[in-house]
Nanobody
């Protein structure tokens, strides 16, 4: 089993910044990607960003140029730096570790962008 624990959500004004963190623990694969999704109430999961085991980052078009994903391999941690936040970025953000079977997910952290 793998456990993912997110932190760093909160309330911020439009144009503000937040940094999310996700720590992976447990039976972690040798090579693994880590990523972020978000989901609002009653909506589907929306892909945000991910980083492969060798450091390649990909982003959803909606966050390119505003969000930056990074990893600390020694700490099994992935970060999501979110700048120039917009009200439409308001959602619960989930950490994701793809797996051959069901993916692993964190419990989510709420991000609210509001004036």
């Amino acid at each position: 089993q793998v456990q993912l624990v997110e932190s760093g959500g909160g309330v911020v004004q439009p144009g503000g910044s937040l940094r999310l963190s996700c720590v992976a623990s447990g039976n972690i694969p040798t090579f693994y990607a880590l990523g972020w999704y978000r989901r609002g109430q009653g909506k589907e999961y929306e892909y945000v960003a991910s980083m492969s085991h060798d450091g390649r980052a990909t982003y959803a078009d909606s966050v390119k140029g505003r969000f930056t994903i990074s990893r600390d391999y020694a700490k099994n941690t992935v970060y999501l730096q979110m700048n120039s936040l917009k009200p439409e970025d308001t959602d619960v953000y989930y950490c994701n570790l793809p797996a051959p079977g069901p993916d692993y997910w964190g419990q989510g952290t709420q991000v609210t962008v509001s004036s």
